[in-house]
């Protein structure tokens, strides 16, 4: 296919971390390969420039009110957003893509394209509410996200999801998927880290090589039950001595976790991709214990390093890890399920490390970058569909 120039709408981008930023750069980062022109729209969060190049792609920035410590930036209709309208106005795309559906950034993506006349998709990445673990304010939030939803349709009919999970959340709006986008992994990348790897995580913290090391990577938000996960850990290391928990990421609760943090509970803060390869590669385990999700990166990237994953049964993992031959998938996070899922993982290290293997073989024939754009092109081939 000739180059075509994608515009992709997204509320947050790198250097904001989160799993559709992830998604966002991978996704461009496979299409430059194939010859093709990503141009990313976002928000200006702190002292970031309203506009920059950033991995061969033109980042845009909105400037916003950056609500919730910025989870949910507000874009300000202001001269700045007119300028970068009226920049993407004189050029040519091909296809428009808005990450997510329920920002007032998501909007004005799907009214650009349909303006314009450009062929849009919406890619879902959720299968829930956005919580802020306040049950008035999460009601008013639903509220308003239905609200904004029935504008959407007004003007995007093309949606799809990271996973059949968040196709299926679609349906609670009344929308019906197009088809399914993976999150996906660059495994010829993890592969490259974890060979020449940047720190020995083990070495490091002087734990042994027969030593259990449980890791969690992601957002450190109340919904990915860090809160269980802690509690259950704590539960573990009254039995086993020689159990180890790591938890890499930054977020509204990284204060508690200093504090609850111990020789055998290690906090790491936030760590770039390099070293988030690197721990998950002297890892054993990897837990995410989280109530919400579409289909998360950071199990994508422990199966792509071998580990043994121990989730819940939300979002896209359970499409991962299809049966109790590559994992565990727990119904909830509540610890009376969590505390039996690791310590029978910690205990039957066999069972573990084929997981792991079968777990690995399917992220890499699967759940590539290369499927997805793949994806893309015909889409942009079939004006949208």
Known sequence: MANKKICIFSAQHLPHMGGVERYTYNLCKKLIEKGHEPVVVTSKIGDLP??????????????????????????????????????????????????????????????????????????????????????????????????????????????????????????????????????????????????????????LYKISKEATVITFTGRLLPEKGIFQLLNVMDEINKKYKDVYLFIAGEGDLEKMIDQRKNDHIIPLG??????????????????????????????????????????????????????????????????????????DAIDNIDKRKKAAKLCHKRVCEDFTWDTVESQIETIIENGGF
């Open 50 to 203: 309203n506009f920059e190049i950033m991995h061969d792609t033109r980042i845009y920035r909105f400037n916003c009110y950056p609500f919730l410590k910025g989870r949910y930036p507000f874009l300000k209709k202001d001269a700045k957003y007119k300028k970068i309208i009226s920049t993407l106005e004189k050029e040519h795309f091909d296809l428009v893509i808005v990450n997510t559906r329920f920002y007032r950034h998501s909007l004005v993506g799907m009214k650009f394209a349909k303006k314009n006349h450009i062929p849009c998709i919406t890619i879902e990445h959720g299968t829930s509410h956005l919580s802020v673990n306040n049950k008035v304010l999460d009601y008013f939030g639903s509220l308003y996200e239905h609200g904004l939803t029935m504008l959407d349709k007004k003007y995007c009919d093309h949606y799809y999801g990271v996973s059949l999970a968040c196709n299926e959340w679609l349906k609670h709006f009344h929308i019906q998927a197009k088809g399914v986008l993976y999150n996906s992994i660059d495994v010829h990348e993890v592969e490259a880290l974890r060979k020449n790897k940047c720190e020995n995580y083990r070495e």
């Open 270 to 343: 936030r760590i770039d991709f390099n070293h988030i390869v690197a721990l998950l590669d002297d890892s054993d385990i990897f837990c995410l214990p989280s109530f919400s999700e579409g289909f998360s990166t950071s199990v994508l990237e422990a199966a792509a390093c071998e580990c043994y994953i121990v989730t819940t049964a939300r979002g896209g993992s359970k499409e991962l890890v299809i049966n109790q031959d590559y994992g565990t998938i727990i119904d909830n996070n509540s610890e009376e399920l969590l505390l039996p899922a690791l310590e």
